[in-house]
């Protein structure tokens, strides 16, 4: 993920055009109906991506849309610096994203979001159901698993820091482990994202300590919007196929309206991407979800608070400006 590989990338790139160019026809054609491949994290948050994929509302556009799955949201941002991928779908975590951003300056545009806090819940502290923790002050000296990546780890120790759980020591740990582990004893606690703690709760394992964490302990506000994850498309897919990329948003947002419109129905869509299978689809809580034609000030403002503890930290180099990033139609 290095900046270097840059340059190496794009001979990769120039050489696989010249070679393409032998057989020019078949490329027309390719291009006329291009292979759209978007990253996903396992995560509830990729509802309306995964109902747009089964549904069929990307088919019903004239778009062939290839899911890819990852075992982090890191791996969705490399996959796009990479070119193996187009872009992400809800639940691929902003910060992560940012960091491609600053790798290589105008990697991608955000079209939707799917902002969570102590109502939409998405982002929280569990344990296991027989321990002795009340609150996240508690895990003072305790050791707790973070979802894998630098957006996970930094808001886990920096929640754990102002909620005065000091001297916590975090690991990452892939969070389809989360529930196993805390059964095992083998950590006291972990910062998670649903579907875990629903899993853990309806299987009588693990029980939540606190929920919507992250706009508590990092934007101030329990019922603060915190954009942690984000739908998005590269740049380059954008500017090569402007109109399959306004049909690919147009579809995906149909998902978003079935999710808003219509939850019990979409529920049912989890199953086959996240861990959520049967009975549990109707457990799960839902994340909210923001289009890029929806953004007001405020929401901006708080996703550029959550960009700028990344800056804080020093894990961004320089300060990554959101409203940059929104793609504007």
Request: charge should be positive.
């Amino acid at each position: 993920m290095q900046p270097s590989t840059t340059p190496r990338r794009r001979v990769l790139q120039i050489g696989a055009t010249a070679l393409g160019a032998l057989a020019a026809p078949a490329i027309v054609r390719a291009q006329s109906t291009p292979k759209i491949r978007i990253g996903f994290w396992p995560v509830a948050a990729g509802l309306p991506f995964f109902a747009a994929v089964d549904k069929g509302y990307f088919k019903e556009a004239g778009l062939d849309v290839e899911p890819l799955k990852f075992a982090g949201a890191q791996q969705v941002m490399e996959a796009m610096l990479s070119g193996r991928s187009d872009g992400s779908a809800n639940g691929t975590g902003s910060a992560n994203l940012a960091i491609g951003e600053i790798a290589q300056p105008g990697l991608f545009k955000i079209f939707c979001t799917n902002p969570s806090n102590a109502k939409n819940v998405l982002d929280e502290f569990i344990t296991a159901k027989d321990s002795p923790y009340k609150t996240v002050a508690d895990l003072k000296g305790k050791k707790v698993a973070s979802g894998p990546g630098i957006q996970n780890v930094t808001l886990c120790k920096t929640m754990l820091e102002r909620a005065g759980a000091t001297g916590a020591t975090v690991s990452e740990l892939p969070i389809g482990q989360h529930v196993a582990a805390l059964v095992a004893g083998q950590v006291d606690a972990c910062y998670t994202l649903e579907p875990t703690g629903t899993v853990g709760r309806m299987n009588g394992t693990t029980r939540v300590i606190e929920a919507g964490v992250v706009a508590k302990y990092i934007l101030g506000d329990a019922m603060a919007p915190w954009h942690g994850g984000a739908a998005s498309l590269t740049s380059e897919f954008i500017k090569k196929n402007p109109e399959a990329a306004k049909k690919f948003i147009a579809a995906y947002a149909r998902g978003v309206e079935l999710v808003r419109s219509k939850p019990e129905d979409a529920r049912q869509y989890m199953k086959g991407y996240t861990a959520i299978e049967g009975p549990l689809t109707a457990e799960v809580p839902l994340a909210a979800y923001m289009l890029y034609n929806e953004f007001k000030p405020a929401d901006l403002a708080y996703f550029q608070k959550f960009y700028d503890l990344f800056t804080e930290k020093g894990i961004f180099d320089k300060k990554v400006v959101v409203d940059s990033l929104i793609y504007k139609g």
